[in-house]
């Protein structure tokens, strides 16, 4: 029997509403949710997903604010303006383009965002509170898989979880998430050996690579739940290019028991995400005040 495709586009619509209706509470009283993003360089791809941040915002309620450096501005120039923000009262929530012109360095930078208004997630001492169990902003793409696997209905406590791929924003932190709700974690690398033995064994098994087709039917345990979080972009016989992610799809359906897509999956997931994290901003900016 085929795997139940978990849809991320509807997930993150009804997200969405619910952050729309949120911030709509707020503004009848007088708060206004306030995101700055900093684009550090000139690139298309960067202006254009400031764009789509800015139209997601907007469908949301959210007030948006693109603030763009010089890509010459070296290390102190991207500090300053991240100084101005977090003592910005009017601004809630603050976040940094990725990547970064060469010659910064996006942790130390991420640093100096206060922790509070990090919608990403991605401080040091965010990050902190994850490891600790006392999660405040999760990181967005973690944050989205961990909604994806509850959605399926799996019982995470006592689950064996296996996740491939150890990066600081999507491997390490959903590892951590996932241990914070009593599922048994295997956190799998480039040094790991003999992959299939640790994925064949989990209950939920979430793929954060970025390899096209790394994962295969034979890798996974019949009736597992299965997220993508790969984006990989591959080129066609025809010429043409498809974006996959790391998990062969076809293939893999015909033994999970939930898989997500790509596209489709996690990735609307992660905007929505970052709506979430920029209400909870909000809120706990507020708190303070």
Same mark, same amino acid.
């Given at each position: 029997?085929?795997?139940?495709?978990?849809?991320?586009?509807?997930?993150?619509?009804?997200?969405? @509403?619910?952050?729309?209706?949120?911030?709509?509470?707020?503004?009848?009283?007088?708060?206004?949710?306030?995101?700055?993003?900093?684009?550090?360089?000139?690139?298309?791809?960067? %202006?254009?997903?400031?764009?789509? $941040?800015?139209?997601?915002?907007?469908?949301?309620?959210?007030?948006?604010?693109?603030?763009?450096?010089?890509?010459?501005?070296?290390?102190?120039?991207?500090?300053?303006?991240?100084?101005?923000?977090?003592?910005?009262?009017?601004?809630?929530?603050?976040?940094?383009?990725?990547?970064?012109?060469?010659?910064?360095?996006?942790?130390?930078? @991420?640093?100096?965002?206060?922790?509070?208004?990090?919608?990403?997630?991605?401080?040091?001492?965010?990050?902190?509170?994850?490891?600790?169990g006392q999660t405040v902003i999760a990181p967005c793409t973690a944050g989205a898989v961990i909604e994806l696997i509850e959605v399926t209905g799996a019982?995470?406590?006592?689950?064996?979880?296996?996740?491939?791929?150890?990066?600081?924003?999507?491997?390490?932190?959903?590892?951590?998430?996932?241990?914070?709700?009593?599922?048994?974690?295997?956190?799998?690398?480039?040094?790991?050996?003999?992959?299939?033995?640790?994925?064949?064994?989990?209950?939920?098994?979430?793929?954060?690579?970025?390899?096209?087709?790394?994962?295969?039917? %034979?890798?996974?345990?019949?009736?597992?739940?299965?997220?993508?979080?790969?984006?990989?972009?591959?080129? @066609?016989p025809d010429g043409t290019s498809k974006t996959v992610g790391d998990v062969d799809f076809d293939g893999v359906k015909s033994v999970a028991g939930y898989?997500?897509?790509?596209?489709g999956g996690v990735g609307p997931m992660t905007v929505a995400m970052l709506l979430k994290n920029t209400l909870r901003s909000a809120e706990l900016f507020? $708190?303070?005040?």
């Open positions: 029997m085929a795997a139940i495709v978990i849809d991320g586009n509807a997930l993150a619509e009804k997200a969405k @509403q619910q952050v729309a209706g949120k911030v709509a509470e707020f503004s009848a009283r007088g708060r206004r949710v306030h995101l700055a993003a900093i684009l550090a360089g000139s690139t298309g791809a960067g %202006e254009l997903y400031a764009q789509r $941040q800015r139209q997601a915002c907007a469908a949301a309620g959210i007030e948006y604010e693109l603030v763009t450096l010089p890509a010459d501005c070296g290390p102190a120039g991207v500090a300053v303006a991240i100084a101005r923000l977090n003592a910005n009262p009017k601004i809630t929530g603050i976040m940094l383009h990725l990547p970064l012109p060469a010659g910064l360095d996006a942790t130390e930078l @991420q640093y100096a965002i206060d922790p509070i208004k990090d919608v990403e997630g991605v401080n040091p001492g965010n990050i902190g509170h994850v490891v600790y019982e995470l406590r006592g689950a064996e979880a296996v996740i491939v791929g150890a990066s600081e924003i999507a491997g390490k932190p959903i590892a951590l998430l996932l241990a914070e709700r009593m599922a048994t974690i295997t956190l799998c690398h480039v040094a790991t050996r003999d992959l299939g033995a640790h994925t064949r064994r989990a209950d939920i098994l979430v793929v954060a690579v970025g390899k096209a087709g790394l994962i295969k039917a %034979e890798h996974v345990r019949p009736g597992a739940v299965v997220i993508d979080v790969g984006i990989n972009r591959v080129k @066609q898989i997500t897509p790509v596209p507020w $708190q303070g005040k």
